[in-house]
């Protein structure tokens, strides 16, 4: 397996081309942890301190500011890999545990050129299909 961390940071400074550079620190917009398990196995935790921050804007919806993905796969019975992902969004409102939705990404070769996609979410609710033909 293999760990990966990544910082959401900026450096705040002052100064620069004719005066002196001044770094007066550091804004930390949040964190993500990533852990693969396996060959497409993982766990993800994304944690925003600032939601608004660009790179969240697509993520979180409302007032959620953290997220722990599941994501994991196999072979498929009729060639190719199924792929899975779960994800719980997490705010502070009123839900068990402060959980606020939930989300699932599911694709599985139903041949060999041919792949069935669903997704689903608990915020509008939305369920979709979708698939890929491939010759």
């Not at 997220?67 to 792929?83: H, I, T």
């Not at 997490?90 to 050129?113: C, K, T």
Request: charged letters at 20%; hydrophobic letters at 40%.
């Amino acid at each position: 397996g293999e760990a990966c961390f990544a910082l959401y940071a900026d450096v705040n400074s002052s100064g620069g081309e004719s005066a002196t550079l001044a770094l007066n620190g550091l804004e930390v917009y949040g964190w993500k942890i990533r852990c693969d398990l396996a060959e497409c196995n993982y766990i993800e935790f994304l944690t925003a301190l600032d939601p608004s921050y660009e790179a969240f804007k697509d993520i979180f919806k409302g007032d959620e500011f953290q997220y722990a993905k599941f994501g994991f796969c196999g072979p498929g019975c009729c060639g190719g890999n199924y792929k899975v992902d779960v994800a719980i969004y997490f705010d502070n409102g009123g839900g068990l545990f402060g959980v606020s939705r939930l989300g699932a990404n599911l694709e599985i070769p139903v041949m060999s050129n041919f792949t069935a996609r669903a997704s689903f979410s608990t915020m509008e609710p939305v369920l979709g299909f979708g698939w890929t033909f491939k010759f």
